[in-house]
Nanobody, 116 residues
Framework: QVQLVESGGGLVQPGGSLRLSCSAS????????MSWYRQAPGKERELVAS????????NYADSVKGRFTISRDNAKSTLYLQMNSLKPDDAAVYYC?????????WGQGTQVTVSS
């Protein structure tokens, strides 16, 4: 079965950096577009970034362009999100996600808190 396990969240000061990881199993990771989403309290879940199966194309939400970088290591079945210049508005639970056929799968999420 599909499993997505995020890690790397935590508390960081504004302007700081974090690197999130998502370990995937139960499907052929290298064949699928992968995405990071986030959800802040009281807000809808939003797409942060996506990366194609081969890693050659990426897409970002306007709010994170130039600050976040999505990447993947297909040999390790792992997805990453490098987050720099973090702002309080970036605080949320971050989820790794994959769409297989008609079903979207989610990890359990990792909490990112940005506060001084």
């Amino acid at each position: 079965q599909v499993q997505l396990v995020e890690s790397g969240g935590g508390l960081v000061q504004p302007g700081g950096s974090l690197r999130l990881s998502c370990s995937a199993s139960g499907f052929t990771f290298s064949s699928y577009l992968m995405s990071w989403y986030r959800q802040a309290p009281g807000k809808e879940r939003e797409l942060v970034a996506s990366i194609t199966s081969g890693g050659d194309n990426t897409n970002y939400a306007d709010s994170v362009k130039g600050r976040f970088t999505i990447s993947r290591d297909n040999a390790k079945s792992t997805l990453y999100l490098q987050m720099n210049s973090l702002k309080p508005d970036d605080a949320a639970v971050y989820y790794c996600s994959v769409l297989r056929v008609i079903r979207r799968f989610w990890g359990q999420g990792t909490q990112v808190t940005v506060s001084s």
